[in-house]
């Protein structure tokens, strides 16, 4: 099981950009989804995540600008990501709660993160 993310880059302040997360492999079921971010010399921390069934919990500081969705057909999740701020720069990260088909236990799987600059 994998997680390939895709979608960072360099945007101005008040930009937009999407990012996509395709989970692959020997996969049996996704619980939840999400998004994580780390900034230089700081830690980790929770951006979004999204339930399997669509139930969503946002970090304050993006509320009203990040939209989290997902595609459970496509195991994949997406970050819409709208007035960005040069503070919103950092390496994000996906996340999945996912039961290998030859695993009895749900566990935590990482993407390899993308980088988003806010930057004008």
């Known amino acids: 099981v994998q997680l390939q993310a895709s979608g960072g880059g360099l945007v101005q302040p008040g930009g937009s950009l999407r990012l996509s997360c395709a989970a692959s492999?020997?996969?049996?079921?996704?619980?939840?989804m999400g998004w994580h971010r780390q900034a230089p010399g700081k830690q980790r921390e929770l951006v979004a995540i999204?339930?399997?069934?669509?139930?969503?919990n946002y970090a304050d500081f993006v509320k009203g600008r990040f939209t989290i969705s997902r595609d459970n057909a496509k195991n994949t999740v997406y970050l819409q990501m709208n007035s960005l701020k040069p503070e919103d720069t950092a390496v994000y990260f996906c996340?999945?709660?996912?039961?290998?088909?030859?695993?009895?236990?749900?566990?935590?799987?990482w993407g390899q993160g993308t980088l988003v600059t806010v930057s004008s």
């Open positions: 999204i339930s399997k069934s669509g139930r969503i």
């Open positions: 492999g020997t996969i049996y079921s996704i619980n939840a």
């Open positions: 996340y999945g709660g996912i039961r290998d088909s030859r695993q009895l236990r749900f566990d935590d799987y």
